[in-house]
């Protein structure tokens, strides 16, 4: 069974840090590309970071330049260093596997950024 657990959401200031971690189970963590989405209250879900199971990473345009994706593979988890958080950062945060041409998602962790 897949499944995906996010942790380290939290209420920040504007211009402060989180560490967003997503780890995985029942599944070969070492060969399957990630992916961090959010989702803003009345929005859609949108792409935030991709990183495949190399290690390339891919960035919304958003995000380029104060977010950094990275994985362990050694402890089948995933990471988003959020720095520079902004207001308009505040959503659910969610991680995501393709495995064996399905999609997995975690259940989230609620990032708010205050003004």
Known sequence: QVHLVESGGGLVQAGGSLRLSC?????IFVITPM??????????????????????TNYADS???RF??????AKNTMYLQM???KPEDTGGYYCHAGVGRRDYWGQGTQV???S
């Open 35 to 56: 992916d961090w989405y959010r989702q803003a209250p009345g929005k859609q879900r949108e792409l935030v970071a991709h990183i495949s199971n190399g290690g390339i």
């Open 23 to 27: 780890a995985a189970s029942g599944m």
């Open 68 to 73: 950094t994706i990275s994985r362990d593979n």
């Open 63 to 65: 995000v380029k330049g």
């Open 112 to 114: 708010t950024v205050s």
């Open 83 to 85: 720095n520079s958080l």
